[in-house]
């Protein structure tokens, strides 16, 4: 079975930056595409951005675009998400989660939580003054 594992998360000041990192094992993310998702309590899981297996498609929820961007290191079989001018509102805990495809390098990208087969435990990110 799939493990994920994220980490990266924290306290920001509004404004910064932060980098998470989802590292996958025992196997290649060559037949997986990659979700990032976020969710508060109380609130159902968000899309916040994917990236295929092939790395050709990525796909951001509107709240994040031109702010964030995913990323995948084939080599450490981790994929990343660069979140940049955090705001309040993106304070939540982040989860990365995998689809698995059948084929090799599929450009299948989606923010749909429920089509997703295997979770990471989540990293908190937080951003106060």
């Known amino acids: 079975q799939l493990q994920l594992v994220e980490s990266g998360g924290g306290l920001v000041q509004p404004g910064g930056s932060l980098r998470l990192s989802c590292a996958a094992s025992?196997?290649?993310?060559?037949?997986?595409?990659i979700g990032w998702f976020r969710q508060a309590p109380g609130k159902d899981r968000e899309g916040v951005s994917c990236?295929?297996?092939?790395?050709?498609?990525?796909d951001y929820a509107d709240s994040v675009k031109g702010r964030f961007t995913i990323s995948k290191d084939g080599a450490k079989n981790t994929v990343y998400l660069q979140m940049n001018g955090l705001s309040l509102e993106d304070t939540n805990v982040y989860y990365c989660?995998?689809?698995?495809?059948?084929?090799?390098?599929?450009?299948?990208?989606?923010?749909?939580?429920?089509?997703?087969?295997?979770w990471g435990q989540g990293t908190q990110v937080t951003v106060s003054s």
């Open positions: 989660a995998a689809l698995q495809i059948p084929q090799q390098s599929s450009s299948t990208c989606v923010l749909q939580p429920g089509a997703y087969h295997y």
């Open positions: 025992p196997f290649s993310l060559d037949y997986y595409a």
């Open positions: 990236i295929s297996s092939s790395d050709e498609t990525t």
